[in-house]
Structure formats: C-alpha cells, structure tokens
C-alpha cells in the first residue's frame, strides 16, 4: 500500500516529471496561461520558470543535460531545450509525417530517442471531446530519432491515441493507447525495428461508472511492473509481468498524467495531477529501472 503526499502545489495543469541531477525535478505546465517547463526544488518548495514553449506534454533529460520536449501545439514538435531557458525547435515532421501530437518521449537501449504522436491536431481532439463525439479519425504513431543527424524512423501508426511509452525489463516497448486503454508490448530489435503490436494489458477499471478514461505516462519499476497514470481514473494502475492489474494506487485528482520514479532507494513515485496542479510523491517501497540515456 502506497502512502501520498503533495511535493508541490499551484502547478498549471503539469506533465512530464523528470528527475534532475541535482535532486530537482523538471515539469511541464500544459495550462494556456502557463505553458512553461519548470523546475522544482529539491525540497519541494520553490519553482523556477525556464522557459515559456507553449503546450508540452513529455520530457526527458540526455546524457549532457540537455531537456528534449515533446511539444503538442504551437507548433507540433520536438523541442530542444537547455536549463538556462535556450530553446529551439529541433523537429515538426519525422520519416516524411508531419508531427501532430507528439506527447511522450523515452530514450531506448540505443540511446536512441523514442517517441509517441497521438495522431490528431490537440483543438480537434479536444473539440470532439467536449461534443461527445468519438468519430474524430486518430492515426496514433511510434517514432525513432536518431538526435546525432535529427533523422527520424516511424515505426509503428494506426494507434487509438498513442500516448506513454518506456521501456521493460525485459528491453520491450511498452506503448499505451488511450481511447482504447490498453498498453501494447513491442519486442525491441537491435537494429532499432519493432515486433508486431501485442495486446499486453487493460488499464480501465471496468466497473466504475462509464466516462472518458485516458491511458497517459508509465515508468517500470526494478520488479518489471508498469506504473501507468490513468486520467480520469484518479489513479496509477500497477501491472504485473504478465500484464494483469495487481494494484490501483489512489491520486488526488482524477487527472494523473504522468509517473516517475525518485531517486535510487527513496522507493518512491512521484505524480503529475493535471486537475490538481500538484506533483504528488508516493512511497511505494519499490525503486525503478534506471533510466536509459542518450550515447
């Protein structure tokens, strides 16, 4: 059982929590009248904005210290971004595709970046939501960028909103989808290249009332267990090794976005709550998978 308490508050609707060197964390702030990626204190009690993008969804940290951005709008692509608030726009298309949502990033066992676009413009998403419309076409996709010539592989397309993405124990690509709630399994290739798609685990819980429920970030624990945010759930769904739902870790608001792991033997969880505006810590008595990195 996990035990949650509030890191730090006042947050405009964050996303994309990264553990920095130095103990600080790094978010996104997805709200319009924000738009920043921020730093957190290591204490928790103070913020710093870096940089005003626009509306960011994922962000990791490479080898050299440097923030890449998976920028939703303003417009679609990849950002480049130091922390002394330099910021540029590295890519908006990938393989000949024209970016449209990207929205998580994870560097791979090549030291490869791997990204997820949701495949659809985020105004006709959202304007399909608030009308209740599910008809809106979604040609979710997988992308490989090689960051030493900034040239990108689309590996995989026709995902129901692909969203988190982060890589297994076992070196496979666990990918989440979220209209239709599921994470899918990839096995991973030396070569860069993707196994089919697998059916690999539902994140809904079934029984609660019917309603939007959006399968967003996942880190792995050191166990192999995914630790999926579900927006609109209130909560991180833990899957086990074999794909079934072993734990359903409560949050403090119905919109989790993201989950990373703290630092080495803190066995805790750190979680971005949109509707909340908080970074919530966890303690879960488990530690993660040490994060790949740029080569």
Same mark, same amino acid.
């Given at each position: 059982?996990?035990?949650?308490?509030?890191?730090?508050?006042?947050?405009?609707?964050?996303?994309?929590?990264?553990?920095?060197?130095?103990?600080?964390?790094?978010?996104?702030?997805?709200?319009?009248?924000?738009?920043?990626?921020?730093?957190?204190?290591?204490?928790?009690?103070?913020?710093?904005?870096?940089?005003?993008?626009?509306?960011?969804?994922?962000?990791?940290?490479?080898?050299?210290?440097?923030?890449?951005?998976?920028?939703?709008?303003?417009?679609?692509?990849?950002?480049?971004?130091?922390?002394?608030?330099?910021?540029?726009?590295?890519?908006?298309?990938?393989?000949?595709?024209?970016?449209?949502?990207?929205?998580?990033?994870?560097?791979?066992?090549?030291?490869?970046?791997?990204?997820?676009?949701?495949?659809?413009?985020?105004?006709?998403?959202?304007?399909?939501?608030?009308?209740?419309?599910?008809?809106?076409?979604?040609?979710?996709?997988?992308?490989?960028?090689?960051?030493?010539?900034?040239?990108?592989?689309?590996?995989?397309?026709?995902?129901?909103?692909?969203? &988190? @993405?982060?890589? =297994?124990?076992?070196?496979? +690509? %666990?990918?989440?989808?979220?209209?239709? /709630?599921? #994470?899918?399994?990839? $096995?991973?290739?030396?070569?860069?290249?993707?196994?089919?798609?697998?059916?690999?685990?539902?994140?809904?819980?079934?029984?609660?009332?019917?309603?939007?429920?959006?399968?967003? &970030? @996942?880190?792995? =624990?050191?166990?192999?267990? +995914? %630790?999926?945010?579900?927006?609109?759930? /209130?909560? #991180?769904?833990?899957? $086990?090794?074999?794909?079934?739902?072993?734990?359903?870790?409560?949050?403090?608001?119905?919109?989790?976005?993201?989950?990373?792991?703290?630092?080495?033997?803190?066995?805790?969880?750190?979680?971005?709550?949109?509707?909340?505006?908080? +970074?919530?810590?966890?303690?879960?008595?488990?530690?993660?998978?040490?994060?790949?990195?740029?080569?």
């Amino acid at each position: 059982m996990s035990t949650g308490t509030i890191f730090h508050s006042g947050l405009g609707e964050p996303e994309g929590p990264v553990p920095l060197p130095d103990g600080s964390w790094g978010v996104v702030e997805m709200s319009p009248e924000t738009g920043h990626v921020s730093v957190i204190s290591p204490d928790g009690q103070s913020k710093r904005i870096v940089v005003q993008t626009g509306r960011s969804n994922g962000m990791v940290q490479d080898s050299e210290g440097t923030l890449w951005v998976a920028e939703s709008m303003n417009p679609p692509s990849l950002l480049r971004v130091g922390l002394d608030g330099e910021s540029e726009v590295a890519m908006t298309e990938g393989d000949g595709v024209e970016f449209l949502f990207p929205n998580d990033l994870a560097f791979g066992p090549d030291g490869a970046l791997y990204m997820t676009d949701s495949g659809v413009h985020r105004p006709a998403f959202q304007a399909a939501l608030d009308e209740g419309r599910t008809d809106y076409p979604i040609d979710g996709r997988v992308f490989c960028i090689d960051l030493s010539n900034m040239s990108a592989t689309l590996l995989d397309d026709g995902l129901a909103f692909a969203n &988190g @993405l982060a890589f =297994g124990a076992d070196k496979a +690509l %666990y990918v989440t989808a979220t209209v239709s /709630g599921l #994470v899918y399994r990839y $096995d991973w290739r030396k070569d860069g290249t993707l196994g089919r798609r697998e059916d690999f685990a539902d994140l809904v819980d079934r029984s609660r009332p019917a309603g939007f429920k959006g399968r967003d &970030g @996942l880190p792995v =624990g050191e166990n192999g267990f +995914l %630790y999926c945010a579900v927006v609109g759930q /209130g909560d #991180v769904t833990v899957v $086990d090794t074999n794909g079934d739902v072993v734990e359903r870790i409560p949050v403090g608001g119905e919109q989790p976005t993201n989950v990373a792991f703290g630092p080495k033997r803190s066995g805790d969880i750190y979680v971005t709550v949109k509707d909340a505006g908080t +970074l919530e810590r966890h303690h879960i008595g488990v530690d993660g998978l040490p994060l790949l990195a740029s080569k």
